[in-house]
């Protein structure tokens, strides 16, 4: 089993910056692709962000060039650096990690972007 905890959502306001991590603990060996995903009142989860164990990147056409993912294997955390945040990018930021096929989640983090 892997556990993932979520932190670094807040509340601030329109063109701040924020940066979310998520640490893995448990049984981490072999985890391969991480991600971000929102889930805002009302919609499905959608995927943000992610990154593979060889370090390749995808975004989501509304976060890109705003948004930057990276991971530290060696604390076994991922990062979610989101700068120039907007009203649209409220909602719960939750990670998302694979191991050996099997997908675990964590609790998520809640952004608030407001003015």
């Known amino acids: 089993q892997v556990q993932l905890a979520e932190s670094g959502g807040g509340l601030v306001q329109p063109g701040e910056s924020l940066r979310l991590s998520c640490v893995a603990s448990?049984?981490?060996?072999?985890?391969?692709?991480m991600a971000w995903y929102l889930q805002a009142p009302g919609r499905q989860r959608e995927l943000v962000a992610s990154?593979?164990?060889?370090?390749?990147?995808t975004y989501a056409d509304s976060v890109n060039g705003r948004f930057t993912i990276s991971r530290d294997d060696t604390k076994k955390t991922v990062y979610l650096q989101m700068n120039n945040l907007k009203p649209d990018d409220t909602a719960d930021y939750h990670c998302?990690?694979?191991?050996?096929?099997?997908?675990?989640w964590g609790q998520g983090t809640r952004v608030t972007i407001s003015s």
């Open positions: 448990g049984s981490t060996f072999g985890i391969n692709f």
């Open positions: 998302n990690v694979v191991r050996f096929q099997t997908c675990y």
């Open positions: 990154i593979t164990s060889g370090g390749s990147t």
